[in-house]
């Protein structure tokens, strides 16, 4: 399947922040990116356009905010033993994903830097060495301010 590599990085990221803080045990961090891993794939199956990579962009977006959360994350959740509860304890408040072909990115803030997303995929199945590497650009130029009061995440992840 053509869009495996990039649905891939992003479940891979997605499992590194439930995983970070420890709020949530780590077979069912697994079991719901293994069900969301599933869905996004269906949902994205007619909407994947490598010859342009944009096109269907905004269908491929993976949007989470203080009052929406993405239905395939609330769907996966329930499949999974999760609720919409143990997510938002879990993951950023303000979170955007493109899975684009050939291009993964996320923004954790609504100012935050737009991040992209490189996995290097270990071959061997049955051994998790998969990591990932970014590159971060700020969208718009900000002012320097004297005092920072802005939280860890409106950086790039790490």
Same mark, same amino acid.
């Given at each position: 399947?053509?869009?495996l590599k990039e649905v891939h990085t992003a479940i891979f990221f997605l499992k590194e922040? *439930?995983?970070r803080n420890s709020l949530i045990a780590d077979d069912k961090i697994d079991k719901f990116c293994s069900v969301l891993e599933r869905l996004l794939y269906q949902k994205f199956e007619k909407h994947?356009?490598?010859?342009?990579?944009? *096109?269907?962009?905004a269908f491929r977006c993976i949007r989470i905010t203080q009052i929406y959360m993405d239905p395939d994350f609330d769907k996966a959740a329930s499949?999974?033993? *999760?609720?919409?509860?143990d997510l938002l304890l879990t993951l950023p408040q303000e979170f955007t994903m493109w899975i684009d072909p050939d291009d993964v990115s996320y923004r954790i803030g609504e100012?935050?830097?737009?991040?992209s997303l490189? *996995?290097?995929?270990?071959l061997d199945l049955d051994e998790n060495n998969d990591s990932f590497n970014q590159t971060c650009r700020s969208e718009v130029t900000k002012p320097v301010?004297?005092?920072?009061?802005?939280?860890?995440y409106t950086q790039c992840w790490t």
């Open positions: 399947m053509e869009m922040i *439930l995983a994947w356009h490598p010859q342009k990579p944009f *096109l269907g962009s499949l999974s033993g *999760l609720t919409i509860k100012e935050g830097s737009i991040c490189t *996995l290097t995929m270990d301010l004297k005092s920072s009061n802005s939280s860890s």
